[in-house]
C-alpha cells in the first residue's frame, strides 16, 4: 500500500534558521507531489506542487521542495524563516493511475521561535 | 468570498444520532472531495466526485456514511448512528477537472460525538 512519511513530527527553530522538512513516499510509479501549510486555526492551504519538469519547485513564501525520484523523497526547505512560519505542514501525493485522491503524510509542527 | 464553504463549522452529537454537513465548492469546480482528520494525523481521503458522478470512495466510508452531490455542485455528507470513533474534522476539497489539478480546501466541519 502507498504511504507518505513525515519523519519529523515536531520541529523548533529560532527565527532566521534554515529549514528542511522531509517527506518520503512508497510507491514506483509516477507521482503527484504536494506541499500543504496549516496555520493555526486556519484551513489547508497549498505551498507548493510537483508535476513534471524540473525537480527543484518554488512555491509561496519563500519556501522551495526538491524532488529526488531515486530517493523517493520531495523535502520542504526555506532558507530563513520567520516566527509567522508556526504551523503545521503536510506532505501529499497523489498516484498517476487516474485516482485523485491524496495520500497525506501525518504532518510536521513547526514552531519558530523569536 | 470565492473559497470551499462548509457547514456546520461545529457540530456536537450524541451517539446513534444522524448528522448530516455540507460542502459549496469553488464556482466551476468540477471535482469535489471529503476527507476526514484526526488530531495529530494528516488528512484521510473518503470520497470523490466529479461533477454529479462519485468516482472514488474510501475503505473508510462505512455503510454509515454517505454522500451526495445531486446537481454537480454542492455536496453533502451524512452519518448516520453516528459513534464515538466518528469525531474528527472533516474536509471538504475541490478541483478543476483538469489533469494538473490542485485541491483546494475548506475550513472543515468539526464532529464531536459524545
Known amino acids: 500500500a502507498q504511504s507518505v512519511s513525515q519523519h519529523n513530527h515536531h520541529v523548533i527553530l529560532s527565527e532566521a534558521a534554515s529549514l528542511e522538512l522531509g517527506c518520503n513516499y512508497s510507491y514506483g510509479g509516477t507521482v503527484n507531489l504536494f506541499w500543504y501549510v496549516q496555520y493555526p486555526g486556519q484551513h489547508l492551504q497549498l505551498l507548493l506542487k510537483?508535476?513534471?519538469?524540473?525537480?527543484l519547485v518554488k512555491g509561496i513564501k519563500g519556501f522551495e521542495a526538491e524532488f529526488i525520484k531515486s530517493k523517493f523523497s520531495f523535502n520542504l526547505r526555506k532558507p530563513s524563516v520567520q516566527w509567522s512560519d508556526t504551523a503545521e505542514y503536510f506532505c501529499?501525493?497523489?498516484?498517476?493511475?487516474?485516482?485523485?485522491?491524496?495520500?497525506f503524510g501525518s504532518g510536521t509542527r513547526l514552531q519558530v521561535q523569536p | 468570498d470565492t473559497g470551499v464553504s462548509q457547514d456546520p463549522r461545529h457540530k456536537i452529537t450524541k451517539r446513534g444520532q444522524n448528522v448530516t454537513f455540507r460542502c459549496d465548492p469553488i464556482s466551476e469546480h468540477n471535482r469535489l472531495y471529503w476527507y476526514r482528520q484526526t488530531l495529530g494525523q494528516g488528512p484521510e481521503f473518503l470520497t470523490y466526485f466529479q461533477n454529479e458522478a462519485q468516482l472514488e470512495k474510501s475503505r473508510l466510508l462505512s455503510d454509515r456514511f454517505s454522500a451526495e452531490r445531486p446537481k454537480g455542485s454542492f455536496s453533502t455528507l451524512e452519518i448516520q448512528r453516528t459513534e464515538q470513533g466518528d469525531s474528527a474534522m472533516y474536509l471538504c476539497?475541490?478541483?478543476?477537472?483538469?489533469?494538473?489539478?490542485?485541491?483546494?480546501f475548506g475550513p472543515g466541519t468539526r464532529l464531536t460525538v459524545l
Open positions: 510537483y508535476f513534471s519538469g524540473d525537480p
Open positions: 476539497a475541490s478541483s478543476p477537472a483538469v489533469s494538473t489539478d490542485t485541491q483546494y
Open positions: 501529499a501525493v497523489i498516484l498517476d493511475t487516474g485516482r485523485r485522491a491524496l495520500t
